[in-house]
């Protein structure tokens, strides 16, 4: 059935002794558009660019399937696009209208970092019943830009904190939480440990521990030196990602007044 150019609108109608139970929803437009198998064909348009939930990748969607831009598997992403460390980042095309990036293991994008469309290159796909020749006279879509945002289920933190429950007067306390999980592929955005005790030098802990930065490490060595026999501490660690998720978990370790075997 030939059906001339143009926009049609769509109208469906219920009918029948149950139609009121019924309601039409339309996911975003009741309108179709027919082209010539030879009309030339607006490019995609830029639309979002989304960190995936354990933020290893940004998935970037168009708005219609394009020609790839002639880069077909996995291919350097500076070659079409533009943000922070896309010379080092690799992109490959899911279908012909999202790209996946695997980001740079030293990428700092976060979610509000442009990310932008090289001007010139990308064009509309092109009809297997149209020379390739003819699609290459179609317009290139031009430079845009979108910021980057969240995934709707980001990676949550799971703090694992190793602590003994009880040690001996002469041995230091390692407080570790190295094995936590939840990052985001990156270093922990926030790392925050905290000591509270009725020990009469609990303010010496308390300083001790706020001038060591453990986001790498993971661990804070505390030296028995600050700790008070007889005494109990509760630590807490707290720890977000580079997406402002946060979880925290706390225990609680005793000192002996005496050598523990």
């Known amino acids: 059935l030939a059906v001339p150019s143009g926009t049609y609108d769509i109208t469906m109608q219920i009918s029948g002794a149950d139609r009121e139970f019924y309601t039409v929803y339309y996911n975003s437009t009741a309108s179709v558009q027919v082209v010539g198998s030879v009309t030339p064909l607006l490019p995609p348009r830029l639309l979002t660019a989304v960190f995936s939930s354990n933020g290893f990748f940004v998935d970037i969607k168009f708005s219609a399937p394009s020609d790839l831009a002639k880069l077909n598997g996995i291919f350097l992403c500076s070659l079409l696009f533009n943000f922070e460390l896309a010379q080092s980042s690799q992109c490959r095309w899911r279908d012909s209208a999202n790209v996946r990036v695997t980001l740079s293991s030293t990428s700092a994008l976060v979610p509000t970092s442009p990310l932008s469309l090289i001007g010139g290159?990308?064009?509309?796909?092109c009809g297997a019943n149209v020379a390739s020749q003819i699609c290459l006279t179609w317009t290139t879509a031009?430079?845009?830009?979108v910021y980057l945002t969240s995934p709707s289920s980001p990676v949550v933190p799971v703090v694992s904190l190793s602590v003994p429950t009880l040690i001996g007067f002469y041995d230091n306390l390692i407080v570790d939480f190295s094995?936590?999980?939840?990052?985001a592929g990156r270093p922990w955005k926030m790392v925050s440990v905290n000591v509270e005790s009725q020990s009469p030098s609990i303010r010496s802990v308390q300083t001790f521990i706020s001038g060591i930065d453990a986001k790498v490490s993971g661990r804070i060595d505390v030296p028995n030196k600050y700790l008070d026999a007889s005494y109990s501490y509760k630590w807490t660690v707290k720890l977000c990602n580079f997406f402002g998720i946060c979880s925290q978990v706390s225990t609680r370790v005793g000192i002996s007044n005496s050598e523990i075997p």
Request: glycine fraction near 14%; avoid cysteine; hydrophobic fraction near 30%.
């Open 121 to 125: 290159k990308l064009r509309a796909e």
């Open 142 to 145: 031009a430079s845009a830009t």
């Open 179 to 183: 094995g936590s999980s939840g990052s």
